[in-house]
């Protein structure tokens, strides 16, 4: 759980002027690191800004968005269920083995 403090200095660093167009970083020198304000936006500021072509070809590769139509195949639910009921088998035949 984050403290108010610790809310306060997230919120802080990640709506800094310098973190503009590095939205990702700075999110992740609030959340992951023990930096103060003013030593995340420097960092954030001697930072490239991601560009917008950047941004875009990370968001393609992240495969269909949400709502996308089709292009996914979906699970055969046979296989699926076999799988599930061979987990269950072998889990079984452990607890026996132990016993």
Partial sequence: MVGIGNAVVIR???NAEAAVGREKQALMLATETA????EAEKILGASPKETRLEALAQRASAGPEFGAPGGAEKPDAGA???EGWKRAITNAN?????A
């Fill in 12 to 14: 802080a660093i990640v």
């Fill in 35 to 38: 930096l103060t304000v003013a």
């Fill in 80 to 82: 699926l269920i076999q």
């Fill in 94 to 98: 452990r607890q026996f083995a132990r």
